[in-house]
């Protein structure tokens, strides 16, 4: 099923020249795979092949950020994406990604409580995507409000799909703009 | 040496043309920004002072971090340096293709035969691609490969961006006769 597992990581030591508060590594890993429903016009029931294939997805790519990152406990942000091929729907991917049988299998296996933050996007073999990640028990946590770039030069062809797990060991290097609690009440009339 | 980041990139490759690739091959490249040791002096005569400082320092920080992301024995390698654009190519050049970087990759890996390498000038998210070549005999056609990667953020005008890729095996499926098959 898998054509290839990509991985990127990435370890920001300084910001404008100076040492970052936090050393924290960001990961994303990809597993780029046949469109289960390439060729077959519009399918309408799409649990059955996301029940089939997601959960094999969501172990592969959960194993992968916990290697990354070195153990579950490391793992304090996460997030998910997917790309889908020019030959098929948004629509596929979200049936992959956006379904108990990837979302909550990667929750569990990452220790996480937090609903999975998300970017989709359909492109040619080669398409960037952005991925955000917050916080895996609260995701209201700002400090932990990140993204990061992954790009595979050859995938998805159009029958291909790309199934994304991103997570971060940490808060953003030098992160500081407070949070809920320590925000001043701002409203639009104040404002205008 | 003024490091920015570090930026690791491993593809496992389960098949091609429809086949299954067995074992998996594994291909994988680390990249480190750093600021161009060069910027803002203008056009400098002699590069060895900085060369003597800064190269041994990237092949230390590049040439473990590889083989361990690679997680195999290394069969392939090659290296890269993308300069911003405020910046030369010899600058990169310099980094990449004195002794002082590339040996502690051929100690890391074993190796013998030259590292093969891009250099260019370009812009932050430039895509390039790192040439390998089989780590001690060049002539094994198939080992002959390339990885293509690309940081989103750099290199910025005065940073360079120095690369070591590594591959566990060598293309997968390769089916070319040997070079001395025509010889």
């Keep these: 099923m898998i054509r290839k597992l990509y991985t990127v990581a990435e370890d920001i030591v300084t910001e404008l020249g100076a040492p970052v508060d936090h050393l924290t590594r960001r990961v994303a890993a990809a597993a780029v795979i046949d469109n289960p429903w390439a060729g ?19 172990r592969e790519l959960a194993a992968r950020l916990r290697g990354l990152l070195g153990g579950v406990d490391e793992v304090e942000a996460f997030g ?8 098929g729907e948004l629509e596929h991917g979200a049936a992959l990604i956006h379904t108990p049988y990837f ?38 946590t700002r400090s932990h409000y990140q993204t990061i770039q992954l790009r595979i030069p050859d995938a998805p062809r159009d029958d ?15 992160a500081r703009i407070g949070d809920r609690t320590t925000d001043p009440a701002v409203r639009l009339e104040q404002l205008l | 040496m003024k490091l920015r980041k570090i930026v690791t990139f491993v593809e496992d490759l389960h098949r091609e043309g429809g086949r299954p690739v067995d074992p998996i091959a594994r291909v994988a490249v680390v990249l480190a920004v750093i600021e161009n040791p060069w910027a803002g002096q203008g056009f400098v005569a ?3 002072p900085l060369i003597d400082e800064v190269a041994p320092q990237l092949g230390e920080l590049l040439a473990p971090r590889v083989a361990a992301a690679l997680e195999r024995p290394i069969e392939a390698y090659g290296k890269g340096a993308i300069v911003g654009l405020d910046g030369e190519i010899e600058h990169g050049s310099a980094l990449i293709h004195t002794l002082k970087f590339g040996d502690h990759f051929r100690k890391v890996a074993a190796a013998s035969t030259l590292l093969p390498a891009v250099e260019k000038r370009a812009p932050a998210g430039t895509v390039f691609d790192i040439p390998l070549k089989h780590i001690t005999d060049a002539t094994i056609r198939s080992h002959h490969q ?13 940073e360079i961006v120095i690369g070591l890729a590594a591959a566990a095996q060598g293309r997968p499926l390769a089916r070319l006769a040997p070079l001395s098959t025509e010889q």
């Design chain 1, 103 to 140: 979302g909550n299998v990667l929750r569990e296996l990452v220790d996480g409580s937090s609903i999975i933050v998300f970017s989709d996007d359909r492109g040619p073999a080669g398409n960037p995507l952005t991925v955000p990640i917050w916080h895996k028990t609260a995701a209201a």
């Design chain 2, 46 to 48: 002699d590069l060895a």
């Design chain 1, 80 to 87: 998910k994406a997917a790309i889908v091929g020019l030959g």
């Design chain 1, 40 to 58: 077959l016009g519009r399918v309408d029931e799409l649990a059955e092949e996301a029940a089939r294939i997601a959960p094999a997805l969501a």
């Design chain 2, 146 to 158: 390339s990885v293509e990667v690309r940081v989103p953020d750099a290199p910025r005008a005065d």
């Design chain 1, 160 to 174: 291909e799909l790309v199934v994304v797990a991103a997570a971060a060991s940490g808060p953003r290097p030098n």
